[in-house]
């Protein structure tokens, strides 16, 4: 029975995942939970991108100032086991806005049998306030030049801005790096070499002392 029970609110989910996804394309004008006459070709890619495993998200303990109002929102909407929770230096302070103006279209396209919370216009600022405040910084200046400079760009630069160095200790690059290539892996299907992880860990670790 416990197994039953499992596996209908995982296809829940995967029925929540693949609406988002069909809400997001969907024509202009068309009702939420609306059927097209016929399945095309981009509605299979659709449909079968929103099936692809998703990163696993950040415990709400980790998130930045967790007592917090913008915390406790974060969790309530962007938690809600249609994906895992999002760290906020996931993405950069130019790029939160945008991100979380798709999501909030999607959730509002739903339908309501899904149960999936919407939030008010005061709370989205509250969360869009709080992810600008903990956003991934992003270096402005020319990065040091050492080994493992170019490997960096090619490989950090190619899904979003390139990190400061100076945003982690030199430490703590070491679990970053490889937190991004589990994200690698389940979103894009490719990880880095142990050789290019340790040039790249190297090059952090020494450009975050510079």
């Known amino acids: 029975m416990g197994c039953r029970r499992g596996m209908g609110e995982q296809g829940r ?3 929540v995942a693949a609406a988002l996804a069909l809400a997001a394309c969907a024509p202009e004008g068309t009702p939420a939970g609306g059927e097209s006459a016929q399945t095309t070709s981009a509605d299979n890619v659709i449909l079968a991108a929103a099936m692809v495993n998703m990163p696993a998200g ?3 303990s980790e998130l930045p100032d967790p007592a ?4 406790q929102l974060t969790v309530k909407f962007c938690g809600q086991a249609c994906h895992g929770l999002p760290a906020p230096s ?3 302070a130019t790029d939160w806005p945008v991100v979380l103006r798709r999501m909030w279209l999607r959730m509002s396209s739903l339908d309501t049998a899904y149960h999936v919370a919407v939030p008010t216009a005061a709370e989205r600022v509250v969360v869009l306030d709080y992810m600008l405040a903990n956003a991934l910084t992003v270096t402005e200046g020319l990065l040091p030049d050492a080994p493992g400079r170019l490997l960096f760009v090619q490989k950090c630069g190619s899904c979003h801005g390139l990190p400061d160095p100076r945003q982690h200790a030199p430490d703590d690059w070491v679990s970053v790096v490889r937190r ?4 690698m892996e389940n979103l894009l299907r490719k990880v880095l070499s142990q050789d290019e992880m340790q040039r790249i860990v190297l ?3 020494a450009a975050s002392r510079s």
């Open 58 to 60: 950040l415990p709400a």
């Open 203 to 205: 090059y952090l670790e």
């Open 90 to 92: 996931s993405h950069s």
């Open 13 to 15: 989910w995967v029925a």
């Open 180 to 183: 991004m290539n589990g994200r």
């Open 68 to 71: 917090g109002q913008g915390a």
